[in-house]
């Protein structure tokens, strides 16, 4: 099984970002997808969740800012971060939950001017 987490990087206060995370070796279409993040010296939080049966839950700190989306055709789950702001710097991890549970390795986002 493989998370392959991309698309961070440094973006100044107000950018935006799409993070994306492909998967291997699941059935993709029978996990929610969740992304989750660390910022320097703080605990793992999570961000948000897409439901395989496409329902989307936020942590208050990124709603109506941040969208998941999910294409089972692409096996890939993606995080539109708009309106970023410099607490929002941190590693996401994007992980799938189905039977079992399976994390990537993680992607650095950096909002900073």
């Known amino acids: 099984v493989q998370l392959q987490a991309s698309g961070g990087g440094l973006v100044q206060p107000g950018g935006s970002l799409r993070l994306s995370c492909a998967a291997s070796g699941i059935i993709f279409s029978l996990n929610n997808l969740s992304w989750h993040r660390q910022a320097p010296g703080k605990q793992r939080e999570w961000v948000a969740t897409?439901?395989?049966?496409?329902?989307?839950n936020y942590a208050d700190s990124v709603k109506g800012r941040f969208a998941i989306s999910r294409n089972n055709a692409k096996n890939t789950v993606y995080l539109q971060m708009n309106s970023l702001k410099p607490e929002d710097t941190a590693v996401y991890y994007c992980s799938a939950h189905g039977l079992n549970s399976y994390w990537g390795q993680g992607t650095l986002v950096t909002v900073s001017s």
């Open positions: 897409v439901t395989t049966a496409y329902s989307t």
